[in-house]
């Protein structure tokens, strides 16, 4: 098979400054090397290759979209290459860089005090200390604002009682930005996971993001400092603004799986013969290569005008709602359209794209599912609530 060198056909590149392009390139070239041959033990046994953190932290991807405290302070669009590239390997592994990256750490960046930003960021950075966003709880997902987590005042500080699920990381990290009421508006901690009442579990049995950890997090009776409060978080419109990076993330991200899937898809049907001539030669699988990479040019598109918008201060979160639920699908129809393109072969962890298609079911459904994008979309166009 030919090595991967982008799927490119708009020249996209001629758009992208040689700083992103030479980012894109480390990053690519380490995921090549370091990253690719990881894969298939790691999603076999359901775990993430922890051995890769200090790797991630030296390339400079923790908390690269942010500046000071041993962040990179890259602009939004190398950020999106980074992640574009991460997800090419796997889903997984872009959630594992944007969990840190665009939750934990912005929310401490955004949010947290002088004081919380330089105790924290410099060792998340350097992939010393990882973190969680514990914002979904079993019962409340989509509907996030109605959650039971919560926290009262006392003597020196704060007593928080609740549960969360379904969050990247939870068994791993060392703190967890904690969503809970308080005084009935909804504020973000910073829990040590350590510390006594608080217990974790993993989920197991997952057919999809299988490279990554995902769990749930109880806290009983836990108690925290005054200093834990991330003073800045007001409502759950903070916890929005967090998510709207992390699905910024998944904007660029989702647009390396599909283009691993369709570059894949296109070398197999090259050298694959069926009636005495390659598959590339049909006509039925050249109509479904040609739609698939006019969908992608349009997801890269959108995603580069998210990066632009977001260089000028100007991004709506209906600007990521709509692209977070656009590529996303794009992403996911690639992926299966290439399984069904690679045929029987196309069901084995020798070939990416049906790992990547059941990793793209999650992405269709976390940090906002498709259905809430839309319904956020539709109240943008209308002027109507339909949310609820
Ligand atoms: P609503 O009344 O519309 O808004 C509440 C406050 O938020 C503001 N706002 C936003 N701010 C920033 N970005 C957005 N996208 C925002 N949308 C709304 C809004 O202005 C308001 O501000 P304020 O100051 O007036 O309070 O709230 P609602 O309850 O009607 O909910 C709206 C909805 C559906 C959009 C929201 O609940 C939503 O996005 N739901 C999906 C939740 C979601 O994405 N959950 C997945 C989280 S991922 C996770 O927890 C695990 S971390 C990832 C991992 O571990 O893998």
């Known amino acids: 098979m030919n090595p991967y060198k982008g799927i490119d056909l708009l020249n996209l590149d001629s758009q992208f400054t040689d700083d992103e392009r030479q980012v894109r390139a480390t990053i690519r070239e380490w995921v090549d090397r370091a990253a690719m041959p990881e894969v298939e033990s790691s999603f076999n ?6 051995n890769l953190v200090e790797s991630l932290a030296d390339l400079g991807i923790f908390g690269a979209h942010l500046d000071g405290y041993g962040c990179a302070g890259l602009g939004p669009i190398a950020y999106g290459l980074m992640m574009e590239e991460l997800e090419r390997a796997d889903s997984g592994l872009r959630s594992f860089a944007s969990v840190q990256s665009s939750l934990a750490m912005t929310a401490i960046h955004e949010f947290g005090s002088e004081k919380q930003r330089q105790l924290y960021l410099p060792d998340m950075a350097a992939g010393k200390l990882l973190g969680a966003f514990g914002l979904t709880e079993a019962d409340h997902g989509s509907d996030a ?3 039971e987590t919560n926290a ?6 704060y007593c928080i009682n609740g549960a969360k699920y379904w969050i990247t990381n939870a068994t791993v990290a060392g703190i967890v930005i904690l969503w809970a009421k308080l005084d009935n508006a909804i504020r973000a901690f910073v829990v040590d996971t350590s510390l006594p009442g608080v217990s974790r579990e993993e989920i197991h049995n997952k057919l999809s993001m299988r490279m ?5 997090l109880t806290f009983q009776n836990v108690v925290v400092t005054e200093d834990a409060l991330l003073e800045g978080t007001k409502s759950l419109g903070s916890a929005l603004q967090c998510l709207n990076s992390a699905r910024y993330s998944i904007v660029w991200g989702v647009n390396g799986a599909a283009a691993d899937c369709l570059h894949t898809t296109i070398e197999y049907t090259k050298n694959r013969e069926q009636f005495g001539k390659s598959l590339a030669s049909f006509q039925l699988v050249q109509q479904k290569l040609a739609d698939m990479a006019a969908d992608l040019s349009r997801s890269q598109l959108l995603a580069l005008q998210l990066g632009r918008l977001k260089e000028q201060g100007t991004l709506h979160w209906s600007h990521v709602s709509m692209a977070k639920f656009s590529n996303t699908q794009t992403a996911l129809d690639i992926a299966r359209t290439c399984r069904d393109l690679l045929g029987a072969a196309g069901i084995t962890m020798d070939f990416s794209p049906m790992r990547h298609s059941m990793n793209l079911e999650t992405v269709n459904t976390y940090e906002g599912t498709r259905h809430m994008h839309q319904l956020i979309l539709g109240r943008h166009l209308t002027g109507h609530n339909a949310i609820g």
């Open 45 to 50: 046994a359901g775990s993430f290759p922890v």
């Open 145 to 147: 604002g109605s959650m």
């Open 152 to 157: 009262v005042r006392i003597d020196g500080g």
């Open 212 to 216: 990554s950890v995902t769990g749930g």
